[in-house]
């Protein structure tokens, strides 16, 4: 029997808790297709639920079910948010017996036999991109068709009536992606909060859709060997104009790629364009193409004279040859990386790495010498635990591998415990590492001292992670508590445990002090005592220029419109930007004492990117000379 009209809930829940919002961009797309489709938006109501991670399952019910119940809930379905959606889908059928649950999203396409296993209260999965299929979905509902009868609708899976997974046939990939009505320009997303600010930590696009690549442990959207298609130029340029109105500062291009294709060029000329008239966005990032083409080049020149930041990533994933071979990526590139890194340093530009633990082919030993042979070339490098995402090719073939893993304690991630070149003692070792290095090293609560540390005391950077986790583990210090309970909660790869180390020595002056002590304790006693002064002073300069998220006494001025607070009239027993700039250029320092004065500016609304555990915002927010 049909209805004459139809109430659907989208529903998306970020990963971070943090005071800003993440982005609905996938159910503003949905949204947006019902909302311009002449057949259902007259007849079907659509409201986003955009819920931070940290938010409980009764918190989201409340919201969900409080003011009435859906005729349609709809689920974008992550690895971090697929119990809760679970949980919240068979509180609906409580409630709405004749509702449908529709998931869609990387983590549950191609899954049907799983997810209807583990979720009874899901009718359909959406596999592959939906905006096409999930208005017909809802279409179908309007029509009276039951959930177990929907034979021939393209892209879907759903069970018979008796209860088995039926997967219809896919649907072909959006060839022309402007058919997708923009969830900015049609007002699909709502882009501003009561208060008439922006809403969101930053603006997420997608600029086109596809990866070329076949790595072992990526499933990009479904779209892996994927040729690449497009969103149109103008679409883009009116999307980055209204974010410049609206005074965004840091858009983010959602793409596997950027910088592989020409109109990618355009598109920077165009957000260069708009930032001279408007004075945002003052930065763009994004997940850069992993071979460096000229347009890549010509891009990164473009943005350095524009004034425009970007941290450059190096996706290298391992620089051990036999995990690159069980990556499927050694024939790439990305992995003659030496001579990029040099001309970028010599632009003057930040260029971090990224590596993954505990691929297979990965041995405790090569992992630890690439990350200290990129740490001599690299700002940051990002350290991620190998994890086995639904339809890659490691999760399909665990038993080639002999991988060993378990599902995580409140997410749907599978994390690797071991295979046949990692034991079960090398990966507790290394996750207690990757804890150290996320927190410290790739988050930038240190970033200034690793290179005269290196250069002046022979420390390599994985030697001074280490310093701090032995020192953690056994020092009676109580300010440490807080980072050696974390620092347990962190195995596995758990955000929550990171972001509260991070924030921890982020925002209490009892982080700071933890800092001190463990420096103070373990590493000024074995310094070279011809340069523990100066070492000493670049340690206490790391520590003036970390964000700063309750300014106090601070003054907060306007720095070409963007807020600003003032740490006026510094007084350092050495000129450690000077020497820092010298041990850069790799010329000898003098490390005499050289007192000087300087004044540091920290961008306001700090605590939003640190908690986020995203340190490509956090960098943003770090105190700096001159703005």
Known sequence: MSVSRLTVVLVQQGVWDMPLESMPLASGYLKAMIDEDPGLRDRVSVEICNFRGG??????????????????LAFSVLGWNQRAFGALAATFKQLNPD?????????????????????????????????????????AKLAGRAPTDLGGLLGISFRDP?????????????????????????????????????RYDVALI???????????????????????????????RAEMELFAKLGVHTVVACDANFGMLPIDLELVDDLIEIKQRHGFPRAFETSWAKNKSKVFYEIVRRMKQAGMRSSFTLALQSLSPDALESMRRRN?????????????????????????????????????????ELAEHVSRIAVYPIMLLPN??????????????????????????????????????????????????ENAVLRHCWLPLRTLAGWKQSEVLNSLADWTETTTTPEAVPLREAAIRGHGGGAPAYAKAIGYLFTS????????????????????AEHRAFLDEVFRYDLLTQPVCEPGPLPEIDVDGVGHYLRAGVSLSHNVPAALALLRAGETV????????????????????????????????MGELKV
């Open 55 to 72: 938010v409980t399952h009764g918190e989201m019910a409340d919201r969900l079910f409080g003011g009435g119940v859906p005729d349609v």
């Open 99 to 139: 509702g449908w649950v529709v998931f869609g999203g990387t983590h549950v396409s191609g899954q049907a036999d799983r997810v209807f296993r583990i979720c009874p209260g899901v009718d359909v999965i959406v596999n592959g991109e939906g905006e096409l299929t999930f208005p017909e979905v809802v279409a």
């Open 162 to 198: 008796a209860g088995m997974p039926v997967t219809n046939e896919e649907r072909p990939r959006i060839e022309n992606l402007d058919i997708i009505p923009s969830p900015f320009l049609s007002g699909a997303i709502e882009l501003l909060d009561d208060n008439g600010e922006f």
């Open 206 to 236: 997608e600029t086109n859709r596809g990866c070329p690549y076949k790595c072992s442990f990526c499933y990009w959207g479904g779209a892996v060997g994927q040729r690449v298609r497009a969103f149109s130029r103008e679409r883009l």
């Open 332 to 372: 790439m590139k990305v992995n003659d990386w030496r001579d990029l890194v040099e001309w970028l340093n010599q632009e003057g530009l930040d260029c971090y790495a990224e590596l993954i633990w505990g691929a297979p082919g990965e041995t405790v030993e090569s992992f630890l010498r690439g990350y200290d």
């Open 392 to 441: 890659t090719e490691y999760s399909s073939n665990k038993d080639v591998h002999g991988i060993v893993a378990l599902r995580g304690d409140h997410d749907d991630f599978e994390y690797v415990l071991a295979h046949r070149t990692m034991s079960f003692a090398d990966n507790a070792r290394m996750q207690r590492f990757l804890f150290w290095a996320r927190v410290i090293a």
């Open 509 to 528: 002056p009892e982080g700071r002090r933890v800092l001190e002590s463990w420096w103070r304790d373990e590493v000024s006693p074995r310094l070279p």
């Open 590 to 621: 003098d490390t005499s004492p050289d007192p000087t004065s300087l004044d540091i500016y920290y961008r306001t609304g700090a605590l939003n990117a640190v908690m986020s555990t995203n340190h490509e915002e956090i960098v943003h927010f």
